[in-house]
């Protein structure tokens, strides 16, 4: 069975500092990742999707990700903060024999000015 | 046009009433969900359609009713709900089911039964 772990349940930041979040997932086969961003009240939106190729991978509002296959991890990444991004960020993954994503339980970033 | 489109925004019912929630993509995708999210959690799958089949129903009572009249329309009844059903609804459409392809979410419909 398909699993996604993000450790950190909520992270603190100040604006302008550099983001980690982390996603380790578990999946038998080639693994479909994504990592979408939900604005309290709003539905999901897509960040970045990782299907194969480069593992580094560019996302909208500046973030990226890298997949380790070693780590079975897809941490997502951003150099500068803004307090725009406070938000709660959702990875998932799902792939060719899945019959659906599974989302991790989620990590709830707060920007401090 | 990479719009899911939900309405109503809002909705307020009792637990005797009849009500649907109303879903809508020109995208041409062939998949489309419906989840159910807590505060602070991450959203649960309630059903797939694809090609406006039912294909996965995640033992969901019977008082969801799901439906997809086409492939741009998915419709989500609800019937005697209970208080601990109050959630945000959240449709979402993908090009392809199984996890193979990015979902686009709607705004949700945020439901208060009372």
């Known amino acids: 069975a398909q699993s996604v772990t993000q450790p950190d349940i909520h992270i603190t930041v100040s604006e302008g500092a550099s983001l980690e979040l982390r996603c380790n997932y578990s999946?038998?086969?080639?693994?479909?990742l994504f990592w979408y961003v939900q604005s309290p009240g709003q539905g999901l939106q897509l960040l970045l999707k990782?299907?194969?190729?480069?593992?580094l991978v560019q996302g909208i509002k500046g973030f990226e990700a890298e997949f380790k296959r070693s780590q079975s991890s897809f941490n997502l990444r951003k150099p500068s903060v803004h307090w725009s991004d406070a938000a709660e960020y959702f990875c998932?993954?799902?792939?060719?024999?899945?019959?659906?994503?599974?989302f991790g339980d989620g990590t709830t970033l707060t920007v401090k000015p | 046009d990479t719009e899911v489109t939900q309405t109503p925004k809002h909705l307020v019912m009792g637990m005797t009433n009849k009500k649907s929630l109303k879903c809508e993509q020109h995208?041409?995708?062939?998949?489309m969900y419906w989840y159910k999210q807590k505060a602070k959690k991450p959203p649960e799958l309630m059903f797939v359609?694809?090609?406006?089949?039912?294909?996965i129903n995640e033992s969901v009572p019977s008082r969801f009713s799901p439906e997809c009249p086409n492939s741009s329309l998915l419709n989500l009844h609800l019937h005697a709900l209970q208080p601990e059903d109050s959630a945000l609804y959240l449709c979402?459409?993908?090009?392809?089911?199984?996890?193979?392809?990015?979902?686009?979410f709607g705004q949700g419909t945020r439901l208060t039964v009372v």
């Open positions: 979402a459409s993908s090009r392809f089911t199984g996890g193979r392809a990015e979902a686009f």
């Open positions: 999946y038998g086969a080639t693994p479909y």
């Open positions: 990782y299907f194969s190729g480069d593992t």
């Open positions: 998932a993954v799902g792939g060719t024999n899945a019959g659906k994503s599974t």
């Open positions: 995208m041409g995708h062939r998949a």
């Open positions: 359609y694809s090609y406006e089949k039912l294909s």
